[in-house]
């Protein structure tokens, strides 16, 4: 798994991002200055680095410039400053994403797993899952052989349970991830009756439901 190097100075965010991202499953490092960071980096390699713009002992913009000369790992910048001219700064000095505070652990977990599978240039391009298969390259999905029809909605999420396969998720993360940036207002049925309808047309019942904690992708997902 991927390793994370975190640079903020909020010990109570750095801690929570480094729990969660420990969670996911990655190896993360935490700093709380620029100083510390550079240690870091003079003993590891790291695939992302997660920083605040703002450090006790310099600009994160400058480290994060910095970096890009000498590593081709990823960049998020984290900051108070929301403005236009600010979020363009943060992608001259390298940034491949960038979150204002505040914001959702969860989407920040998102945005990490999409850039780790960016990451692999040899990355799977198809999730097999008992008789369902489901193709990433061109957004289809197979069931016995016979092609299933899904709306886009439906095959995100699909995508997500199987990515997440074998761990329980629950309707927030699940709305956060598929539904949080396109505008729609979400009522409380909207996660349960997209997961019901998507258990009617797969036809299966690998979609369990965790009653009061989430849903899981119970069965065993091999990526090709």
């Known amino acids: 798994m991927a390793r994370i190097l975190i640079v903020e100075d909020d010990a109570g965010l750095n801690k929570g991002i480094t729990l969660t991202l420990a969670k996911e499953g990655y190896t993360v490092d935490s700093a ?16 992302l680095t997660i920083c605040d713009i703002m450090l006790p002992d310099g600009s994160g913009l400058e ?3 910095r970096m890009r000369k000498e590593s081709n790992g990823y960049l998020i910048y984290l900051t108070a400053m929301d403005t236009e001219a600010d ?19 969860m989407v920040l977990v998102s945005k990490v797993a999409a850039l780790m599978r960016r990451m692999d240039e040899h990355a799977a391009e198809r999730l097999f899952s008992g008789d369902i298969v489901v193709s990433l390259k061109d957004m289809s999905v197979m069931k016995n052989g016979e092609s299933i029809f899904l709306s886009k909605k439906e095959l995100q999420l699909l995508i997500y349970l199987m990515e997440h396969a ?3 998720v629950t309707k927030e993360n699940i709305a956060e991830h598929i539904w949080e940036n396109d505008g729609q207002f979400l009522d409380g049925n909207t996660v349960p009756v997209n997961i019901s309808r998507l258990k009617n047309k797969l036809g299966t019942e690998a979609i369990g439901n965790v009653r009061g904690l989430g849903y899981l992708w119970t069965e065993k997902v091999d990526r090709r």
């Not at 709380?32 to 550079?38: G, H, R, V």
């Open 32 to 47: 709380c200055c620029i100083k510390e960071a550079e240690e870091f980096i003079k003993e590891k390699k790291y695939e």
């Open 87 to 105: 979020m363009v700064n943060g992608y001259e000095a390298g940034a491949d994403d960038y979150l204002t505070k505040p914001f959702s652990l």
């Open 166 to 168: 074998g761990r329980i």
């Open 63 to 65: 480290f994060g410039a």
